[in-house]
């Protein structure tokens, strides 16, 4: 707050308000829609976490469009995300969070318990070795050489990380450190909860928005087994 002052602020909550009443008013069929990898991609809508407010809205309709075109692999994902907007039958793993069928257990401590077609994760990776006491930038990318092993020959590893809210992260994402083989990004329009895929670099140096906690860009990121 004492970075904007309280005038930004009140008027940032004010349009967060204006915002999230006209989102709850609005029919889920008329969600906007965003261009990525050449497919124009409705957004999703759900009063979960007020999709229309944040990168929800892209993150969630790419991860399942995903999930669709995986319809007899075997799926994990990491973070108990996806169970708040759909009912999934694949395993979940998430260290902190309680639900059925999710299994609270570190990410870098997954046992080898098969291989995987797909592994997604919907902004989660970026909490780990981050949100934790004693942080460990370098935890991440033990995280990710983990989740390599599980995947099957052919098989996807998929994320989404909010641009700005790990900023050593995003280094290692932009200096290729992490073996994705292929990053791409959105960018939201500040005004309005409107996507649009740029390049890479045209979110390098964008803020995460803790105040709202909402990001202003969002790294695709993708390794093949």
């Known amino acids: 707050m004492g970075e904007r002052g309280a005038l930004a602020v009140g008027r940032s909550c004010l349009s967060w308000g204006a915002r999230y009443l006209a989102g709850r008013a609005t029919p889920s069929r008329r969600a906007p829609s965003f261009h990525f990898d050449g497919e124009r991609i409705a957004c999703f ?25 995986t319809p007899r692999g075997r799926v994990l994902e990491v973070g108990n995300v996806l169970g708040h907007y759909r009912n999934v039958a694949h395993p979940v793993v998430d260290k902190y969070e309680r639900a059925p069928g999710v299994l609270n ?33 370098a935890k991440v990318g033990r995280a990710i050489e983990v989740l390599r092993e599980l995947l099957a020959p052919g098989g996807l590893l998929w994320a989404t990380l909010p641009a700005g809210y790990n900023p050593e992260l995003d280094r290692q994402v932009h200096a290729c450190e992490l073996g994705f083989t292929k990053v791409r990004a959105l960018r939201r329009e500040r005004a309005a909860n409107r996507w649009r895929e ?23 990121c993708e390794l093949r087994g």
Do not use: C, K, Q
């Open 198 to 220: 740029v390049a890479l670099g045209d979110v390098r140096e964008l803020p995460y928005d803790r105040l709202l906690f909402t990001a202003h860009g969002l790294l695709v």
């Open 45 to 69: 809508h759900h009063p979960y976490h007020y999709t229309w407010m944040n990168e929800r809205a892209v993150e969630i309709a790419l991860a399942l469009r995903l999930l669709e075109r």
């Open 105 to 137: 257990v570190d990410v870098v401590d997954l046992p080898p318990d098969g291989l995987y077609d797909l592994i997604l994760s919907v902004s989660t990776l970026e909490h780990v070795g981050f949100d934790e006491e004693p942080r460990d930038p």
